[in-house]
């Protein structure tokens, strides 16, 4: 009998009724949410009576970082999450097993959404404002590299000091190099700043490569992770958490009534600040995530900047390749040395990884 791919069938069936995932894993897996860990440590209720046999641990101190943001890509992708995020089940009385105090670091989370209602903007009879649009545009299309990213992101944010935040971005490659790092973090010397890394990736061709699973993973346990903007095909996603190969996400199509622009951040109502909160957990399995996406990370100062590169280096596990890659120098400009005349850096070729993805069957003997 031929197989049948339900796939298809089954995301179509999410659009229509995806209801709140329960903590289910058997296995107790910690759960994680940028770099805090909590754990449960006994079997998952089904309702709030079963509260009682059940008791949460968060392992983690609390580490606060800013929140992240996602591209908004379709209308489908609206369609989707609209379905999907039904405030009247996020409002039914039981936290479905989840450590509270893990529900409670995930709401605190900045959720960024599309926002309705806003007053019109009234007509130009300008014929300067046609222009000024054209000319907008003409510039994306010139700042937009072939992966997708902005190159300009690190320039533009470098250049505003006020904000007390640079930026480092590699564009369409896995390489953070130390000397061109702390140029940006450290340009005079004198004191190190606070440096955004960027690191925009591919992981696979249709899917992420299972040799990738436990690097990305880990990903989001280390204390210096601010997110990754990513999603499934055609659908975009901002994932902070992770428990055994679910991630958790924040998805930014939901539309909510436009905020109000206030002078002091004081005079935001309670309903306001809530509308940029949500308790209602969504995750995704790792075999069903879009293998192109950008993983971020905040380095605080030089010590940060230490623990975040030996943490990288332990982040391989059975075997799997790393995401991420380190290297003391940048490469010469169009030369095939390493930077300064040196060697490229010795373990490249051996992290090559043939991007062949497997067949459904052997990605659901893959599922854990």
Known sequence: MTSVDLGGYKRIVRYFWDPEPKNDDMSQA?????GRKYTTSS???R???????????????PVQLPASTTSVDSLSESFESGLAYDEASAAVPHDGGWPPPFLDDFESRIWLTYRSGFPPIPK????????????AVRLRSQLVDQAGFTSDTGALSNAHESTGLR??????????YEDRFMRIANPSGEGFRPTLVLVGIRLGIDRVTPVYWEALKSSLQMPQSVGIAGGRPS??????GVQGPNFFYLDPHQTRSALPLHDDPESYSPEEMESCHTRRLRRLHITEMDPSMLIAFLI??????????????????GGGKAVIHVADREPAPGGLGGGHGGPERASALDEVEILSDDDDDSNDALRK
């Open 47 to 61: 309702d709030a009576g079963d509260r009682k046999e059940e008791s949460w641990t968060e392992v983690e101190p």
């Open 167 to 176: 930026v480092y971005i590699t564009g369409d490659g896995s390489d953070v």
């Open 30 to 34: 910690p759960i994680w949410c940028l």
């Open 235 to 240: 659908s975009s996603h901002y994932f902070i």
């Open 300 to 317: 605080r100062d030089e010590a940060d900047w230490a623990a975040w590169r030996q943490q990288l280096g332990q982040a391989r596990r």
């Open 124 to 135: 130009s009879e300008s014929p300067q404002a046609a222009a000024a649009m054209t000319l």
């Open 43 to 45: 079997t998952p209720p």
